[in-house]
């Protein structure tokens, strides 16, 4: 069974920045499309950054220029940089993996807080 694990979440004041990270455990990740999506408070979740298997990425137009998505299918992980946040960054992130089938798979949410 797939399991997404992230970690890296924490509380940062607003300009600063923080990484996050998702293994992944009882598969490998090279055919998948990974991504990482946010969701905040009282809101519905929101895809911020997809990478495709060849590397290709998109952003939401909010993040775009401040993050940055890269995966390592050596050690099974998919990474977020979070460069200059801000206030509205605020809230849950998830990871998460579409295989080939199609079949996808949910981390368990890590909370990053950007206080203003």
């Known amino acids: 069974q797939v399991r997404l694990v992230e970690s890296g979440g924490g509380l940062v004041q607003a300009g600063g920045s923080l990484t996050l990270s998702c293994v992944a455990h009882?598969?490998?990740?090279?055919?998948?499309?990974m991504g990482w999506y946010h969701q905040a408070p009282g809101k519905q979740r929101e895809s911020v950054a997809r990478i495709h298997d060849d590397l290709t990425t998109n952003y939401a137009d909010s993040v775009n220029g401040r993050f940055l998505i890269s995966r390592d299918d050596v050690q099974n992980s998919v990474s977020l940089q979070m460069n200059s946040l801000k206030p509205e960054d605020t809230g849950v992130y998830y990871c998460?993996?579409?295989?080939?089938?199609?079949?996808?798979?949910w981390g368990q949410g890590i909370q990053v807080t950007v206080s203003s």
């Open positions: 009882g598969t490998n990740l090279i055919s998948a499309y």
């Open positions: 998460h993996a579409l295989f080939p089938g199609p079949q996808d798979s």
